[in-house]
Each structure stands twice: as structure tokens, then as C-alpha cells.
DNA sequence: TTTCAATTTAGATCTATTCTAAAGCTATAT
DNA sequence: ATATAGCTTTAGAATAGATCTAAATTGAAA
């Protein structure tokens, strides 16, 4: 079976379209990378695994395709404490993030891990709760 | 009793002094201000504020500040997804934020609304955990 | 194949924040 | 009280990350 994790180029662009989105080389090569990999890469990543896979794509490039994935919800933008720049994550299924505080690695929890009840106060609609599990990994 | 909400500036400069920091005029008034609101108030809503009844701050000096008073940990620096503002917050107590996703309000929510229980799989070391409600409010 | 809109690009601009170095204060020892 | 050494404050410059602009390029579709 399939994970996103292997997904081919071709599987990207339908992906693409099925989202209303024009499959141009540029975004296929970002979206496809994005999708592939589990390093919540930053803008900077991703424009250095462009200069060695794909010449010639401009940072404006990589901001725009990467805003755009977000926007239409093929990948999710993330912030962390830790660092002022925007990272990204090809994963959309349930789980969080777990911060290691010395090293600023970024490491995905299942959402099974969390098991929670939330009452909030009268007049709180809630649409997402946002996890961080923040200390240090020893791998 | 006493809340941080109606703390005196002879209090505040005394709680300054107890965390090892020299009470500077600047000092007191910006962290008085963030102790007794609870708007969890930006840079600029501090220098707003210091435009008004402490003429004169620059700021250089609102910066320097509440990075200050963050770091010694009498107030806590937070970072929300919808802003790339720094919001500071004088509340230390167990409580975590909801965030209207329509006007970027920051609601308070008790700690006790939220039961967790968090199974991290082996490795992880955790030394706090970061919570955000997103959603809207109608008061 | 012409055309019109969408995409890409380099560079300028913007925003939040930090840095710099000079000026101003404050505590403490005398 | 006064000198002085070390803080603190300040204005403005510098930086980092991201967005904007306008021109060039590409692509889709008649």
C-alpha cells in the first residue's frame, strides 16, 4: 500500500489538480518533496534540496508554492517557539510534534499518544486544538 | 487577597529585585503594565501604552524589557500561529490560550478545563506541554 | 498559432526584532 | 557628599524572514 511517503511525481500532479491547483514543474518538484520527506523542512530547506534537484527555481518560487500548498491544505505550515521561520509538513493525518529543546529537531508523535477531554467555558466555539510536546529526544 | 492584576509599583519594583533585577523606572512601569492586564499585549501594544504614561521610552527599551523580564521568568513571551508579533503574558498561572481565528483575540482558558493523559513513545523526555485552542468566541 | 491568463523571477520593500555605540544613571566605596 | 565603574537607556543602523512588484516566461485553449 501507499504512503505519501512514496508517492510518485505523476501521483503529485493529479494530486495537484484535484485540488484546483496548476501542476507546473515547480510545484510538483516542491509539493512532491514536501510530501516525501519527515523533516518539516523550512523555506531555506526546501530552496537548498531545489538548488541541487531543480536549478533555477527562485526563492519567490518556493515561498508562493509553498503558501499556495498550504492554502488549498496539501501540506500545513508550522510555527514552533523555538525559531521565527515558517516550517512545513507533507503530513496531514493525526499527530503532533515533539520539540527537542537542545537541538530544535522537530520529531511526529502519533495523536494516539494524547488522549484528552476538553470543557471549555459557555461561549467557546472550537474548531482545532494545537499540541507540543517540548523536552529532549535521546535517540 | 492579591492578584498580580492590582499589584502596586512598590510591589512590582520589590518582585523585580527578587528575581535579581536592578528596578529601573522603565522596568517597573512596563512590567507592572503586563502583570496587570490580561490582553497579553504586544511589543507595540506596550509602546502604545508607554506613549501615553510613560513618555519618552524608546523602543529599544520595550524590547529590551520584556526580553528581560521574560528570561528571568516573571512574565512569559508567547508566540500565536496567526501573528508574527511576540505577545507577552504576566499570568504564570496554570492556564493555556484560545485564539479566535476570526479577530485574533486571546481568550484565557483554566488549566483544569483541559484533562490529558500522554503516552510518549520511548525516547521522549518531556518538560512541558504546549496547548492552543483555536476557534471563535461569542461573548 | 495567436492570444490571454497564469506562473516565475530578480530585486525591491516591508515588518519585527536585534545590534551598536554613545549618553545617562545608579550603587557603592571612599 | 563624590567619584567611578558598571549598569541602563536611547536613536538609529542592521538583520532576518517574508512579501510585493513588475517584467519576462510559460501554458492552455480557442
Redesign the interface.
Known amino acids: 500500500m501507499k504512503s505519501r511517503l512514496n508517492l510518485t511525481l505523476r501521483e503529485v500532479e493529479a494530486l495537484l489538480k484535484e485540488h484546483g491547483v496548476q501542476a507546473s514543474a515547480q510545484r510538483i518538484a516542491v509539493c512532491h518533496y514536501v510530501l516525501t520527506t519527515n523533516t518539516h523542512p523550512t523555506v531555506d530547506d526546501v530552496k537548498a534540496w531545489a538548488d541541487e534537484n531543480f536549478p533555477k527555481m527562485s526563492l519567490a518560487t518556493v515561498y508562493n508554492t509553498l503558501n499556495l500548498l498550504a492554502g488549498v491544505g496539501v501540506i500545513k505550515a508550522l510555527?514552533f517557539?523555538h525559531s521565527?521561520k515558517a516550517h512545513f509538513d507533507g503530513d496531514l493525518s493525526n499527530h503532533f510534534h515533539?520539540l527537542d529543546?537542545d537541538t530544535g529537531k522537530i520529531?511526529d508523535?502519533?495523536g494516539e499518544?494524547?488522549?484528552?477531554?476538553?470543557?471549555?467555558?459557555e461561549?467557546?466555539?472550537?474548531?482545532?486544538?494545537?499540541?507540543?510536546?517540548?523536552?529532549?529526544?535521546?535517540?
Do not use: C, N, V
Not at 499518544?113 to 467555558?121: A, G, I, N
Not at 461561549?123 to 535517540?139: H, P, Y
Open positions: 510555527k517557539p521565527d515533539f529543546e520529531y508523535i502519533p499518544s494524547l488522549k484528552y477531554q476538553l470543557d471549555l467555558p461561549g467557546f466555539e472550537l474548531s482545532e486544538m494545537e499540541f507540543l510536546a517540548k523536552g529532549k529526544f535521546q535517540g
